[in-house]
């Protein structure tokens, strides 16, 4: 009787989280527009109320999952009695229902930790905050129990077993890659509500970045790591060998990262010279309207993809509206209150200011590319106007020059100055790294290719143009009259977060010339005995083996590979699964992954005389792809940490703090 009870403390939990949430948006804004303390002081614990219940809901669900309650229809759509323990943790997130839930969770989650690690603002901005995201939190909690109840039960018609989670989904990929990207989601809505409350509030100068650039860097970085695991899981799970399809959820994913890496740097300008005002908060909306988006596209059932859970058109109604509600009243605030904006700070057109701006406006023109090209067939479909199909030759075909293009001002920024700079000065500065960077990336494809190779030379021209002037400010920064050891340990954290960040770029960049250029492929008939060579390896196939795994029959293939003459050999083992359950067949991927190289194995159809399809690839420098993104991340979270930016920001709390209580007073 107890397990049965689990789907209904559940749901109650839900509805409770969803008062709470409704107590939390509703009374600290009323409270911070009519200056009443105790109406304020709600904001606090209903959102620990709110985290603390839909932690309760989200921890029956996956109870639910762990004992094989098939009463409960999630469980019972999206579970098996054989699938592993660790899959049905997972599964509790593969499904449409299930991943809404955790994205309430993950968003009370962000909300519990602005209440706990922001005392230091003054109360009526942490009202407004909170309670901007405590609406956001009740559009989506009404969303899941209005459509979406993860706790609907089947009872009386009990099935024996579940349909079990799709074999797509039965990765270590699911475990990880979810919760990340949701995590950078979810993050953005925390630099939204402080744009919506310094719109509120009338506060539109220099603190309301302070206090949310750790928030945006940190979701960024999340975000950063679950486009990066996105990646990685395709490459290996599908068995093609490719990272990026420029698949509509993809692209869903990528655009809110180019809107926050425009909005990362804006900030940064707003908080250190007081200049971007305007253009910062309609980032910051932006950016959180394109993770609604993404949402929407992910859960209306307009895709169609192994990425897209919902086909059921109320769902996507609600947050089609839901989307239109939020952009829109944004929108709206931010056109009436963003004119009382002054600009007293001006900057010279070749300085760091107008190389930032520049940046800024190219991160954009690409997120309104990928847009176009990711909604305009939708569109077109959904008004009956005809089908069109947009894929990589449009996205490569302008993706490729403006990135190209925001990377040549990219390398001028760490050279650059604030405010203006002479143009001598700068070339002095960028001539001979510029050089190196031309003469390197020219020659290096005669050394590793043998010949020349245009697209080859200019991914690694630009990349070394990222680095190079880069650490040349670097050693210029790191001159101490005490040693070079001494300058270097005198940077900041902050200094740190950008170089690498800048760096992971780079390496990113180098990582997709390389690989989208000299990768091989071969596919080929291979039975016992048989040998096929693919870029100085030779595999051999020695013996073909069958077992049965927690849920699924699979062949194995045991290929021993060899390079060259060397006697070194190892062994790869692709598999052709076929799931019991749902009766649906999965290629396991063989990888041996390498700093410089990958080599991949996957078993295609089976043939005639004991043989199969096998397709053998050389993927040189993938993994670069992936290491760029984590020095991302790494940069994102570098400066976050950074205790002199803290201790700065505190002092500068301090002293606007009394300020700020004479305007609340007089107000």
Known sequence: MQTLLIPEIGHFALIIALLMALVQGVMPLAGAATRRPLWMAYARPMATGQFLFLAIAYLCLTASYLLDDFSVANVAN??????????????????????????????????????????????????????????????????????????????????????????????????????????????????????????????????????????????????????????????????????????????????????????????????????????TVLLAISTFSLSLMGTFLVRSGVLTSVHAFANDPARGLFILVLLGITVGLSLLLFALRAPRVSHQVGFNWLSRDALLLINNILLIIITVTVLLGTVYPLLLDALNLGKISVGPPYFNALFVPLTVLLCLFMGLGPLSRWKRMDGRDLFKRSWLAGLAALLIGMAAPLAYGGEWNLKVSLGLVVALWIVLPMARDLWTKSRHSAGRLAGVKRLSLAYWGMVLGHLGVAVTIIGVTVVSNYAIER??????????????????????????????????????????????????????????????????????????????????????????????????????????????AAGGIMAVVDKRYRRAAAVRDSKSAPAARAREATA
């Not at 939190?137 to 579940?162: C, K, Q, W, Y």
């Not at 100068?205 to 302070?210: E, G, L, M, P, V």
Request: net charge neutral.
């Open 78 to 279: 999206n579970s098996n009695s054989l699938l592993p323990w660790y899959y049905k943790a997972s599964a509790v997130w593969g499904n449409h229902e299930g991943s809404v839930l955790l994205w309430s969770l993950i968003l009370a989650g962000w909300t519990f930790a602005v209440s706990h690690f922001s005392r230091e603002l003054p109360r009526d901005m942490l009202a407004r905050v909170l309670g901007v995201m405590g609406l956001v939190s009740v559009g989506f909690l009404a969303f899941v129990l209005i459509t979406s109840n993860p706790f609907e039960r089947l009872l009386p018609n009990l099935p024996d077993d579940g349909a079990d989670l799709n074999p797509l989904l039965q990765d270590f990929g699911l475990i990880v890659h979810p919760p990340m990207l949701y995590m950078g989601y979810v993050g953005f809505s925390v630099v939204f509500a402080f744009a919506i409350a310094a719109l509120l509030g009338g506060r539109l100068d220099s603190a309301w970045t302070r206090w949310a650039r750790p928030w945006t860097n940190i979701a960024w970085a999340f975000l950063t790591v679950g486009i990066a695991l996105g990646s990685w899981w395709a490459y290996y799970e599908l068995g093609w060998g490719g990272w990026w399809f420029w698949d509509p959820v993809e692209n869903a994913s990528l655009l809110p990262w180019l809107a926050g890496t425009a909005l990362i740097h804006s900030l940064a300008v707003t908080e250190k010279r007081g200049s971007f005002k305007s253009w």
């Open 523 to 632: 596919n080929v008939r291979m039975g016992v005995g048989d040998s096929a060579q693919v870029a100085g390896y030779t595999f051999t196939m020695t013996e073909l083996a069958s077992r049965r795994g927690p849920n699924y029959l699979a062949d194995t293939a045991l290929i021993e590979v060899k390079r060259g003459d060397s006697r070194r050999e190892f062994v790869m083992e692709p598999e052709k699964r076929l799931y019991i359950a749902r009766g649906m067949p999965m290629t396991q991927v063989a990888l041996s992954p390498g700093l410089f190289r990958d080599l991949y194995v996957a078993m295609g159809e089976e043939l005639e005389g004991d043989s199969w399809a096998m397709r053998l690839q050389y993927k040189p420098f993938v993994r670069w792809l992936w290491l760029g993104a984590l020095l991302m």
